[in-house]
């Protein structure tokens, strides 16, 4: 089992998947035998997520997901818990993303999760990035396009 922390940027309107956000990543975790783990996602703008990448990557642009380790432990009534990381995800870039990728928000919004969650698990694609009409090379993209696929039925937008 997993705990997954969903929140909101301040000034922003709740989206009513934010459940099904949790839901979902819940789900590819145990697929990935992820366990233990505590994750949380900040759903945010580009401005908010542009500080981010400015801040931590000294590059001053908007970007769709942000990833950052943390694997901190700690225990509880619970168990012991890894505290994986936190996940950043620009809603505004996900709509262009979607558009670029000529695909519907809920399947974007699958592929960002997939690929924080990825990241948080010690996973990275140095330069390469996804390209619409290309395969991935590098193992972290192609892992991630193979759980987008066996996955692609999950709706978390409805």
Request: proline letters at 2%.
């Amino acid at each position: 089992m997993n705990r997954i922390l969903i929140s909101i940027m301040d000034g922003l309107r709740a989206p009513d998947w934010l459940k099904r956000a949790e839901d979902y990543l819940k789900l590819v975790s145990s697929r990935l035998n992820y366990d233990n783990e505590e994750i949380s996602v900040l759903f945010c703008n580009d401005e908010y997520i542009r500080e981010l990448n400015k801040n931590y990557r000294n590059i001053d642009a908007p970007t769709d997901v942000l990833s950052f380790e943390n694997d901190e432990e700690y225990e509880d009534e619970e168990g012991k818990w890894k505290c994986a990381g936190d996940i950043a995800v620009s809603l505004d870039m996900l709509k262009v993303n979607a558009e670029y990728f000529d695909i519907d928000v809920n399947t974007e919004l699958k592929r960002l999760l997939l690929h924080g969650l990825l990241h948080l698990n010690g996973m990275d694609h140095g330069e390469e990035h996804i390209a619409a009409g290309k395969e991935p090379e590098c193992e972290m993209l192609k892992l991630q396009e193979k759980l987008l696929d066996e996955f692609k039925d999950e709706k978390i937008i409805i």
